[in-house]
């Protein structure tokens, strides 16, 4: 985790175009095609199959850049609409 804050942190300094998902605990579950996304959310236990999903749905948000979206568990498609 200090990794990746460190990497966050790096990343959000840039010119570049970025969304950064922080997933809760991930488990090897099999995905339920849900999630909540938002600024601040109580971390929760998401399936990796789910974590998928969710940043594959973000890449084609043209509205979701810049922005750092913490992940729960809402239908992923509907979690990234609205976030956007």
């Known amino acids: 985790m200090k990794v990746k804050r ?4 790096y990343l959000t300094s ?5 969304v950064i998902i922080r997933p809760g605990t991930l488990t090897d ?3 339920t095609g ?12 998401v399936p990796r199959d789910d974590v998928a999903v969710t940043l ?6 043209p509205r979701l850049h810049r922005i750092i979206l913490e992940l729960g568990t809402t239908l992923i ?8």
Not at 6 to 9: K, L, S, T
Not at 56 to 61: G, L
Not at 77 to 84: F, I, K, L, M, T
């Open 14 to 18: 840039t010119g570049l175009d970025w």
């Open 77 to 84: 498609a509907q979690a990234v609409a609205d976030a956007a």
């Open 34 to 45: 849900s999630v909540a996304l938002g600024a601040a959310l109580n971390f929760d236990d």
């Open 29 to 31: 579950a099999v995905g």
């Open 6 to 9: 460190h990497q966050d942190v």
């Open 56 to 61: 594959t749905e973000a890449v084609h948000q």
